[in-house]
């Protein structure tokens, strides 16, 4: 098992969406990763953006300041 | 062989396209199914191959863009989820049996439609189609081309007339996209129909439908989309709404080579290239006696399409000479648009139809008008 650590999770409704933040990530040259939706929380889309916990804020902000299309921001440990 | 038979699919395509199926066959997963790289290629491919569809037609929010099958299941949705009993729809003479079946579908549950009739040139005027509006039409669904004649409609006046009205504008654009420049915010266009294997040179099977953003549709279609699957229904936001099921990610990633080819030489070359193969063609065949060609030549702007008959001849047979004779690719006899023939008086001889694509040759032209004088004597 891998070892748990905190991490933000941003959920989006559909894999369009999904895929847009990743490009968008990509792009800007943030890191993180799309990952499965993690069981504790329920999303629209089976994909979810993962990054490491510090990068809550700055996820929020980007994804509101670029009208990133997104459902909810958890920080969770998976 | 020389295939002129492009307005039924291109092809002759980029090689990058072929490449393209062949790497989504081999190293693609399914899209929205899984977090794993390979089905995050295929989502990848999707997505941006959305964003080049965007580009193309002008589209603000890529999500607002479905894949189909084709242009027909992109006509199917947007007829059979608009309308609803009671309502009106304004439509022409000019409309593939990808429009009318459908239409006459709707008409058993209580649409009802009203056909704008062309006159003997084959063309239809925007004033036309205002004058058939009513309090309760719901929506104008017109071809950007006809697949006879190659006439251009004034897409452009004919949403702004609907702006106007506040009427839905549905555009079939199953011979011009690809080959002439669609921007759905300038042409007031509500829901654009597009297939992905004759101008955007792709393969077939891949298909698309833009849907504006204040416009909902009921999908006929519902099932897995890779979201919401707890939810008993299916879900609402595009592009999901419009694609249960899994996906043609070979397709979409042969159309997006296609596309890409497309934006990265632009479309006027291209068009203007078929346009001038089109006017050397009807240029060379157009003083044999007997012929008789359909359509309106008297404007620059149409598409690269030349349909004709020589005298009575039945035009299925004299398609099937060019083939075997000359191995000219052509298509004759009757060209899914009843109402077009009708309106040209070719209901029972059909026409022998040559459609141009960019990788067409002068010398290609040449040996086919050499052929049609032949066969005229």
């Known amino acids: ?78 | 062989m020389i295939y002129f038979d492009n307005a039924a699919t291109s092809l002759h395509k980029p090689e990058a396209v072929a490449e393209a199926v062949y790497n989504a066959i081999r190293n693609m997963g399914n899209c929205g199914r899984g977090a794993h790289g390979a089905a995050l290629e295929a989502g990848r491919m999707v997505y941006n191959t959305r964003l080049k569809l965007a580009e193309l037609f002008h589209v603000s929010d890529c999500s607002r863009i479905a894949f189909t099958s084709n242009a027909t299941e992109s006509l199917n949705i947007a007829i059979k989820g608009l309308l609803k009993e009671g309502d009106h729809v304004v439509t022409t003479e000019l409309e593939h049996n990808s429009v009318l079946r459908p239409l006459y579908e709707m008409q058993q549950e209580g649409v009802e439609v009203s056909f704008v009739k062309c006159d003997s040139m084959g063309r239809i005027f925007p004033n036309q189609i205002e004058s058939q509006i009513q309090p309760g039409t719901r929506a104008v669904l017109c071809t950007h081309s006809s697949n006879v004649t190659g006439n251009v409609l004034d897409i452009k006046e004919i949403g702004r007339i609907c702006k106007q009205k506040n009427i839905t504008f549905i555009v079939d654009a199953s011979q011009t996209a690809g080959v002439f420049s669609i921007d759905v915010e300038q042409m007031g266009i509500d829901i654009l129909c597009f297939t992905g294997h004759k101008g955007l040179l792709g393969p077939q099977g891949i298909g698309g439908i833009y849907v504006g953003a204040n416009i909902s549709l009921q999908p006929f279609k519902t099932g897995g989309s890779g979201s919401q699957t707890f939810q008993k229904n299916h879900p609402a936001n595009m592009p999901d709404l419009l694609e249960a099921g899994t996906l043609n990610v070979p397709g979409i990633a042969g159309l997006h080579a296609g596309v890409s080819y497309l934006l990265e030489n632009g479309l006027d070359t291209h068009r203007e290239t078929e346009q001038a193969l089109m006017w050397h063609f009807y240029n060379g065949i157009k003083e044999i006696p007997g012929i008789k060609i359909y359509g309106d030549f008297t404007g620059k702007e149409r598409a690269p399409i030349v349909s004709f008959n020589l005298g009575a001849y039945d035009s299925a047979a004299l398609c099937d000479q060019l083939a075997e004779d000359y191995d000219i690719f052509t298509r004759g006899g009757g060209h899914c648009a009843p109402l077009m023939h009708q309106a040209l008086g070719t209901k029972e001889q059909g026409a022998v139809r040559f459609s141009f694509s960019f990788y067409n040759t002068k010398e290609e032209v040449e040996a086919s008008i050499q052929a049609v004088r032949q066969l005229g004597e």
């Open chain 1, 1 to 78: 098992m891998r070892k748990k650590e905190w991490k933000v999770v941003v959920t989006f409704e559909t894999t369009t969406s999904a895929m847009g933040m990743e490009k968008f990530c990509k792009e800007k040259g943030l890191p993180g990763r799309l990952i499965p939706v993690p069981r504790q929380i329920t999303a629209g889309c089976g994909l979810a953006w993962c990054d490491k916990s510090e990068a809550r804020e700055m996820l929020e902000k980007v994804l509101n300041e670029y009208e990133l299309p997104y459902q909810n921001i958890y920080v969770i440990e998976i």
